[in-house]
């Protein structure tokens, strides 16, 4: 059982370029959602679903876009990278009653943009 | 959805017990309490859960009073590998997945 899968681990783009990160869960969850977390902050909702077909902004969408087409794929794709998006991204999946376990995140994406 | 504060950071030493409390006064009906851990350079990780008087598992002890506008967490002696990040969140967790994530507490452990 893998659990939540995050690829890359790393990455540097230049200013402009375009990129997708890969997040995949092997749990059958229902919710899944990306998080930004820059230095020495706590973590930020980009966009999240609820099930497949269905995605929504979270407090900072701009600049990012999401498509849940499986329950187990959600990739979060950069238009065209800013500076300003260097940061560690998160992955987080979860079953639609959380009960006890809550969210299960990634290891994480750290982006590099120059 | 409910706003929460902690305190940016908290010292200890090990061995002691160590309670972080969580003020959210305007927490509505619906709404779950759940703390997260977060260590350095690595996803957060879930601790506990709950909705209103104590809750108690193998890592920590949330306590919740009957009006519900605070939560606290507790662990038990501590130890050097607690020194994390803890967040706490408040959100009714049955509907949707937006789950929005406070500044945190950062809890440095001492030997």
């Known amino acids: 059982n893998a659990g939540v899968t995050q690829t890359p681990k790393f990455q540097v783009l230049k200013t402009g370029q375009s990129m997708t990160l890969q997040c995949a869960q092997d749990?059958?969850?229902?919710?899944m959602s990306w998080y930004r977390q820059d230095p020495g902050m706590g973590l930020r909702l980009i966009h999240y679903?609820?099930?497949?077909?269905?995605?929504d902004q979270g407090e900072v969408p701009n600049g990012y876009n999401v498509s849940r087409s499986t329950t187990e794929d959600f990739p979060l794709r950069l238009l065209s990278a800013a500076p300003s998006q260097t940061s560690v991204y998160f992955c987080?999946?979860?079953?639609?009653?959380?009960?006890?376990?809550?969210?299960?995140f990634g290891s994480g994406t750290r982006l590099t943009v120059v | 959805l409910a706003k929460t504060t902690q305190p940016i950071s908290m010292d200890s030493y090990e061995g002691q017990e160590v309670n972080i409390t969580c003020s959210h006064n305007n927490i509505a009906t619906n709404d779950y309490i759940t703390w997260y851990q977060q260590f350095p350079s690595q996803g957060p990780r879930f601790i506990i859960q709950g909705y209103k008087t104590k809750v108690t598992n193998e890592v920590a002890s949330l306590f919740i009073p009957a009006d519900r506008k605070s939560s606290t967490l507790s662990l038990p002696r501590v130890s050097l590998s607690d020194t994390a990040v803890y967040y706490c969140?408040?959100?009714?967790?049955?509907?949707?997945?937006?789950?929005?994530f406070g500044q945190g507490t950062e809890l440095s452990v001492k030997p």
């Open positions: 987080a999946s979860s079953y639609r009653w959380q009960g006890e376990y809550g969210y299960t």
């Open positions: 969140l408040v959100g009714d967790i049955r509907q949707g997945g937006k789950l929005i």
């Open positions: 749990m059958n969850h229902e919710y």
């Open positions: 679903s609820v099930g497949a077909g269905i995605t």
